[in-house]
């Protein structure tokens, strides 16, 4: 269903790169949202005590080879060292659920399973937030965080989309599940036709990664698989325009 695009790891520099020893220890330590610490492979033994702190904390960290973190760099003084700091704090999953009851309606949200562009989340937070959404569900792992970009690509409306990062997207899923919300999938052999869908209920729509779509365990917690109907040559959709088609026929089956 979506747009294959070519891989890439190395998150371009934003104003949301933090670099140097001190400067990072420090972030870490406030508590402040930091979705993935780069430390240099020469650096490594040097940077133990940070490393220690970013692991109790559940921050992820990229061991890599110094011309990385070189490239990254807007000061040209990392010390080896660069943290990846989020836009803006996540929220938990019962923050989600709250905002949904606060405004007297059934549950809807995305869940990106793996999206590693920052463009195509910043257009998903917008289409979200447009469409009246109560919340996103983003991974820990493998996929980008909140960063200056998302923010940027995101025309402002990642300022009032709260957005949960889970620790294990699966068990999230299951969570919810748990609290009636279903599930619907959206890949090209889907099961079900997108207009035969049953939006009007508590309702996750998930949406996979720009290269290989849902991954299969996640495909596996969907209730249900949904697939848009392709009227034209192609046969595929970016991930963010397929999240605002389906986003806008859950806003039609609740009005």
């Given at each position: 269903?979506?747009?294959?695009?070519?891989?890439?790891?190395?998150?371009?520099?934003?104003?949301?790169?933090?670099?140097?020893?001190?400067?990072?220890?420090?972030?870490?330590?406030?508590?402040q949202?930091?979705?993935?610490?780069?430390?240099?492979?020469?650096a490594h033994?040097?940077?133990?005590?940070?490393?220690?702190?970013a692991?109790?904390?559940?921050?992820p960290?990229?061991?890599?080879?110094r011309?990385k973190?070189?490239?990254?760099?807007?000061?040209?003084?990392?010390?080896?060292?660069?943290?990846?700091?989020?836009?803006?704090?996540?929220?938990?999953l019962?923050e989600?659920f709250?905002?949904?009851?606060?405004?007297?309606?059934?549950p809807?949200?995305?869940?990106?399973?793996?999206l590693?562009?920052?463009h195509?989340?910043?257009?998903i937070?917008?289409?979200?937030?447009?469409?009246?959404?109560?919340?996103?569900?983003?991974?820990?792992?493998?996929?980008?965080?909140?960063t200056?970009?998302?923010?940027?690509?995101?025309a402002?409306?990642?300022?009032?989309?709260?957005?949960?990062?889970?620790?294990?997207?699966?068990?999230t899923?299951?969570?919810?599940?748990?609290?009636?919300?279903w599930?619907?999938?959206?890949?090209?052999d889907?099961t079900?036709?997108?207009?035969?869908?049953?939006?009007?209920?508590?309702?996750?729509l998930?949406?996979?990664?720009?290269?290989?779509?849902?991954?299969?365990?996640?495909r596996?917690?969907?209730d249900?698989?949904?697939?848009?109907?392709?009227?034209?040559?192609v046969?595929?959709?970016?991930?963010?325009?397929?999240?605002?088609?389906?986003?806008?026929?859950a806003?039609?089956?609740?009005?």
């Amino acid at each position: 269903m979506f747009d294959k695009k070519q891989k890439n790891n190395t998150p371009q520099p934003d104003n949301m790169l933090i670099e140097g020893r001190n400067a990072v220890s420090e972030l870490i330590k406030s508590g402040q949202a930091v979705d993935k610490l780069f430390v240099a492979e020469s650096a490594h033994g040097r940077m133990g005590e940070i490393i220690a702190l970013a692991k109790k904390k559940g921050i992820p960290v990229t061991i890599c080879d110094r011309r990385k973190l070189d490239s990254m760099s807007q000061t040209g003084n990392h010390q080896g060292v660069i943290a990846q700091a989020a836009a803006q704090d996540y929220v938990s999953l019962d923050e989600l659920f709250e905002r949904a009851e606060q405004k007297g309606e059934q549950p809807l949200f995305v869940i990106c399973d793996g999206l590693e562009d920052p463009h195509n989340l910043g257009a998903i937070v917008r289409s979200a937030e447009a469409a009246g959404a109560h919340g996103i569900i983003i991974p820990k792992r493998r996929a980008v965080g909140l960063t200056g970009i998302v923010a940027r690509a995101s025309a402002g409306a990642l300022s009032h989309m709260p957005v949960h990062k889970a620790t294990n997207l699966a068990s999230t899923i299951d969570e919810i599940k748990k609290r009636g919300v279903w599930v619907y999938g959206a890949e090209a052999d889907g099961t079900v036709d997108l207009y035969k869908a049953d939006f009007a209920g508590a309702t996750a729509l998930v949406i996979g990664s720009e290269g290989s779509g849902i991954s299969r365990l996640i495909r596996e917690k969907c209730d249900f698989i949904v697939s848009i109907p392709m009227r034209g040559q192609v046969n595929s959709l970016n991930a963010s325009n397929a999240a605002a088609i389906l986003l806008y026929e859950a806003v039609r089956r609740r009005i």
